[in-house]
């Protein structure tokens, strides 16, 4: 167990719907990650945000977009949701140290886009 | 192009072999991490290098900022170690991570 919580395991939705992922941290961590993974695309580096900050931005689509609350949890929001969008997501909480960090990564959740 | 090639792309070994599983990177980079995905899909993050070698346990990762090279070892391989390996960089700019295509080990007893 990484610390790091997810929910929904699983969700089920249909086209053009709307779906929030949550992500809780480990307790302490500062850093939020969003990964996708699809079986054509492999994992793919959406987005992080570091204490409610957005650090990084990857390969998010503009119909997904994401935050970090004050008490460090985040939330990944996916709209218009096409089948493509199918794909395991997978959040990571990371801790900083001397020239480096280790992220922990949550179970993920398992969309499935109908 | 990808930015980082990983092989061997499949990998079956006997329990007790070492193991060496390679990634390659085209971009310049910050950081390197090696991660461990399981069969019912947790990952783990193994490594985080950005110079020299790294060991923890029976594993061992190496990185070749030059050659734009990193290897993974496994020694005294164990089926417990069964699981997809995947090379991560992140970029100069800390911007983007870019990933391999994993490679899938299975360590018969």
């Known amino acids: 167990d990484s610390g790091v919580t997810q929910t929904p395991k699983h969700l089920i939705t249909a086209t053009g719907q709307r779906v929030t992922l949550r992500c809780s941290p480990r307790s302490g961590d500062l850093s939020v990650y969003w990964y996708q993974q699809s079986l054509d695309q492999g994992l793919q580096f959406l987005i992080q945000y570091y204490n409610g900050e957005e650090r990084a931005k990857g390969n998010i689509l503009e119909r997904f977009s994401a935050q970090q609350f004050p008490d460090l949890h985040s939330e990944l929001n996916l709209s218009s949701l096409e089948l493509g969008d199918s794909a395991l997501y997978f959040c990571?909480?990371?801790?900083?140290w001397g020239g480096g960090e280790t992220q922990y990564f949550g179970p993920g959740t398992r969309l499935l886009v109908l | 192009k990808n930015e980082v090639e990983q092989s061997p792309q499949n990998l079956t070994a006997q329990e007790g072999e070492f193991i060496t599983i390679n990634c390659s990177y085209s971009?310049?980079?910050?950081?390197l991490h090696w991660l461990q995905q399981h069969p019912g899909g947790g990952i783990v993050s193994l490594f985080m290098?950005?110079?020299g070698k790294k060991k923890h346990g029976r594993l061992i990762a190496t990185i070749n900022i030059q050659e734009k090279h990193s290897s993974l070892h496994i020694t005294a391989s164990h089926p417990r170690d069964s699981a997809v390996y995947i090379c991560a960089v992140r970029s100069r700019t800390g911007n983007q991570f870019y990933f391999g295509t994993g490679t899938s080990l299975t360590v018969i007893p």
């Open positions: 990571a909480s990371s801790v900083e």
């Open positions: 971009v310049g980079i910050s950081a």
């Open positions: 290098l950005s110079s």
